[in-house]
């Protein structure tokens, strides 16, 4: 068992300021397991809605609700969108009797009820899978293949993690995606889905992988944006400014959860990620989500230029900015593309992450830093 003692401190502070909080991230990352660290599942006050006997508990939600007390906590929101209004009228009520922590498996771009039924009044909280301070700088290469979801990186074997990733991928394309009104063919949504694998930490180009698929270039659009909003890819913009070069303005994909990008390309090991020809990538991708987790940027970027000048991650945090190069070798290197980026980009810093244990110094703001020394306390940030 790892207990997640930051973000239950987090959702505890935010539940005492905000009248509702909404704990959003994919199926299966440990929403539920934290929320029962609260309210105790046979609590009157806690409300499954993939249970029968809480949706009918909910037949009449203002009546259920109005008289409890507390802390409420409903799951799987997305399950009953027409509960916001109620959960509008019911935390504007003076005094307060009860603060309500909702959990939801999509975006709030997904069920913009969320976002435009409770504005003002909601605090949102991003989850995912473990992080790599959570789990320890010790099982970073296991963490790395087989990814934060509970099940699968705390599987007795790569096989049962394997296993246990197979069967995500199933249920999510055909339950879950179902369950929003969404009707588009699991077998082409997993085709899809595949595809993209092998864009991993590249330049999106929606046109391409339409070609590949036989699909329009909207469609392609469309699948991509579905995979970010249940937060199973992440989509990176470019930043770009007035700088006199030619700079790429399409965004960067990248596989939020590695674990799910080893299963759709094959790797079954980790002997298999350190033989296989997207590793490099794997890794940039991986270094880019745990920093992201772990900071909480108020804006990301990458940046590149037609004539190859580029940086992995740029941060904005607190009017600071922070860049990020992502090196799986042995002792990264100070290259013209970090100077140009220092330099055009006015960076605060510039860290760059590798796999070794000792950090050391580029040049004046420029530092090679192994990952757990970014991810804890006293990160990038």
């Known amino acids: 068992m790892i207990v997640r003692t930051n973000l239950l ?40 809605l993939e249970n029968p006997v809480s949706l009918a508990r909910l037949d009449e939600p203002m009546t259920t609700l109005q008289d409890l007390h507390g802390t409420i906590i409903i799951d799987e929101i997305q399950r009953r969108p027409d509960l916001f209004p109620i959960l509008r009228v019911l935390s504007d009520r003076d005094p307060l009797p009860a603060r309500f922590l909702i959990l939801g498996s999509a975006s709030p771009a997904l069920l913009r ?15 995912s899978g473990f992080g790599l301070e959570e789990i320890g ?92 909003d249940l937060f199973m890819i992440r989509q990176l913009r470019p930043w770009y400014a007035n700088l006199g070069k030619r700079q790429v303005k399409s965004p960067k994909m990248y596989f939020r959860d590695t674990g799910l990008l080893h299963y759709l390309l094959g790797i079954k090991s980790e002997d298999d990620l350190a033989l296989h020809p997207r590793m490099g990538a794997s890794w940039e991708g991986y270094v880019i989500e ?25 941060l904005i945090k607190d009017n600071k900015r922070i860049g990020v190069e992502c090196k799986r070798m042995d002792a990264p290197k100070l290259t013209p593309s970090m100077r140009t980026a220092v330099m055009d980009l006015e960076l605060d810093r510039l860290v760059v992450v590798y796999p070794g244990s000792q950090p050391y110094s580029l040049a004046e703001g420029i530092n090679v830093l192994p990952l757990a020394k970014v991810v804890g306390e006293g990160g990038v940030l």
């Not at 900071?295 to 970027?301: H, I, Q, S, V």
Request: aromatic share 10%.
């Open 9 to 48: 401190k987090e959702v505890k502070s935010a539940l005492q300021r905000s009248r509702v909080v909404e704990l959003i991230g994919p199926r299966q990352c440990g929403k539920t397991t934290l929320a029962r660290e609260l309210v105790s599942a046979d609590s009157s006050n806690y409300f499954d």
């Open 290 to 314: 745990e920093i992201i987790k772990s900071t909480r940027p108020d804006e990301t970027y990458f940046w590149a230029t037609h004539s190859g000048a580029e940086l992995d991650l740029l």
């Open 137 to 228: 700088q010790s099982s970073q290469n296991k963490h790395w293949q087989r990814g934060g979801f509970p099940l699968s990186f705390l599987a007795k074997t790569d096989k049962e993690s394997l296993e246990w990733r197979k069967d995500f991928v199933s249920t999510f394309l055909e339950r879950d995606v179902p369950q929003f009104g969404i009707k588009i063919p699991s077998t082409s949504l997993f085709r899809f889905w595949s595809v993209a694998a092998h864009y991993h930490g590249q330049i999106w180009n929606a046109a391409e992988a339409a070609r590949t698929l036989n699909i329009s270039e909207n469609t392609a659009r469309s699948y991509m944006d579905l995979l970010q």
């Open 113 to 127: 009820q969320s976002s435009e039924s409770l504005a003002g009044r909601i605090t949102i909280i991003p989850m």
